[in-house]
């Protein structure tokens, strides 16, 4: 009898694509992919990036579901059930619990930043109906972000809608909403898309992205490019692991995996084809990169340009969207871990994920305001003179989820037997499988650990 998660199951290979893809999409790929290119040497940045997934990002990817599959529980738990099956060190655990710390870490700051994208859709929304336009953008992102009430208010916003979907189960929840917000994530990428091409500027936003110019390409290139692929799937925060304990048995995890890393890629890249012919044809520097453009430099190419507001609303309206799916999974493992050991209720155990994300939140609220002076000393490397948000960023980000993923690669190399392996990844012909393992125990661990000290000796 084919063993089952308690949380529900995916009802289909599709919808742990869809799941997973939501997952991995967030507001990362819509803008800063397409930056990270044009900085990087355009289409030789992009052709890196690729062998980064396949290096990286496909090997960790996979391991993280077979070892979310064969467990059938939240991380913790799931690796505590291995670690006692296979007679290895405890210690092993601790993989579950980087993660879920790191999500819910993220969880806290991601919110933040994606209430600015509610905000932006609710400013262009309101325009729609006769309100004032953005006349000064500046002024407006910054009013936003001196102002800790409002920012706490889509903060909450933001989380209300994460909880709502995740409280509603796997099922209900979770493939119900992706069902939905994938396809309307597409379909408003590719509506942006459309319009793009009628500036006149799609082929110059081409040969931006994808025409190669190996003379920018350098060592900080291939750190930036295996940083991107492994950030860009989700990986090491445990959000694979957990998605795929919800993965029925006869999937196959190698064909979705690649599924899943193509259309991570594809979305990445026709965000740039959605904003870089705006940009070029309104002469703004796409490689400044960031918020600055996202909610200043963009807002007054829209006050300018035919359809500008329905073009803002949709943009950020994609956005949010993009964070809204990213956000779920972000709170999933840590909810389905307080279902399991505390046996709280689905819906009580996500309130109580939220709350402390939101709670923790507060502080990336008050980095922007109340606590902008708290800062970390100038003069203490790699994180000196950052706020109480770059700081929790740095953290995340560039410290545990490489971590996460480096142990993840190592555990499901060395420590998980063969056998295991063969079974999870029975569609891949013994070669490939070899070939697999060989890359997960030696390939992708030295390069995650250059992700993970290159913070540390480079500038």
């Known amino acids: 009898m084919e063993k089952t998660s308690i949380h529900g199951m995916w009802s289909s290979r599709m919808a742990f694509v869809l799941a997973a893809t939501g997952s991995a999409v967030g507001l990362g790929n819509i803008w800063r992919f397409p930056y990270m290119a044009s900085d990087n040497g355009g289409g030789a940045f992009v052709l890196v990036y690729l062998a980064c997934i396949a290096l990286v990002g496909l090997p960790i990817l996979m391991s993280e579901v077979l070892l979310g599959r064969h467990g059938r529980r939240s991380p913790v738990n799931a690796l505590t059930d291995l670690v006692r099956e296979l007679g ?11 993660g879920m710390v790191a999500g819910v870490l993220i969880l806290s700051f991601y919110s933040v930043v994606a209430g600015w994208t509610l905000h932006y859709s609710w400013l262009y929304l309101s325009q729609l109906f006769g309100a004032a336009p953005i006349s000064d953008p500046g002024a407006t992102f910054s009013g936003l972000l001196g102002n800790p009430l409002e920012l706490s208010a889509w903060h909450a916003v933001f989380m209300v809608l994460t909880v709502g979907v995740v409280a509603l189960g796997v099922e209900k929840g979770l493939e119900r909403a992706v069902r939905f917000l994938m396809p309307a994530l597409f379909v408003l990428l590719l509506t942006l898309v459309i319009y793009g091409a009628t ?8 040969a931006f992205l994808f025409k190669p110019d190996w003379s920018q390409i350098s060592g900080r290139t291939f750190i930036d490019a295996m940083g991107q692929a492994f950030f860009t799937l989700s990986l090491g925060m445990c959000t694979m692991m957990t998605y795929g304990a919800y993965l029925p048995k006869g999937v196959s995890i190698p064909q979705v995996g690649v599924t899943v890393a193509l259309a991570d890629t594809g979305v990445a890249l026709m965000a740039g084809l959605a904003i870089f012919p705006i940009v070029i044809s309104f002469g703004i520097d796409p490689q400044g990169g960031g918020p600055g453009l996202i909610f200043t430099s963009l807002p007054h190419a829209f006050n300018t340009m035919p359809f500008g507001i329905a073009y803002g609303l949709l943009f950020f309206a994609l956005l949010s969207v993009a964070a809204w799916t990213s956000s779920i999974s972000l709170m999933e493992p840590a909810t389905a871990y307080l279902v ?20 923790v939140g507060l502080a990336t609220v008050f980095s922007f305001n109340i606590w902008s002076s708290v800062r970390v000393p100038e003069g203490v490397r790699v994180i000196g003179n950052k706020n109480i948000m770059d700081m929790i960023e740095f953290v995340a980000n560039n410290l545990m989820l490489p971590l996460g993923g480096l142990l993840i690669a190592l555990f499901a190399g060395w420590v998980v037997k063969r056998s295991l392996l063969k079974d999870e990844l029975n569609t891949l012909p013994p070669g490939l499988l070899a070939l697999w393992r060989w890359v997960v ?19």
Do not use: Q
């Open 88 to 98: 290895a060190s405890k210690g092993w655990i601790g993989i579950g619990w980087i």
């Open 199 to 206: 500036t006149g500027h799609l082929t110059e936003a081409m």
């Open 340 to 359: 399991e050991r505390v046996g709280l209720t689905r819906r009580k155990a996500a309130l109580v994920v939220a709350g402390i994300c939101w709670i």
């Open 441 to 459: 125990r030696v390939i992708a661990p030295l390069l995650v650990l250059a992700v993970l000290i290159s913070p540390f000796v480079l500038d």
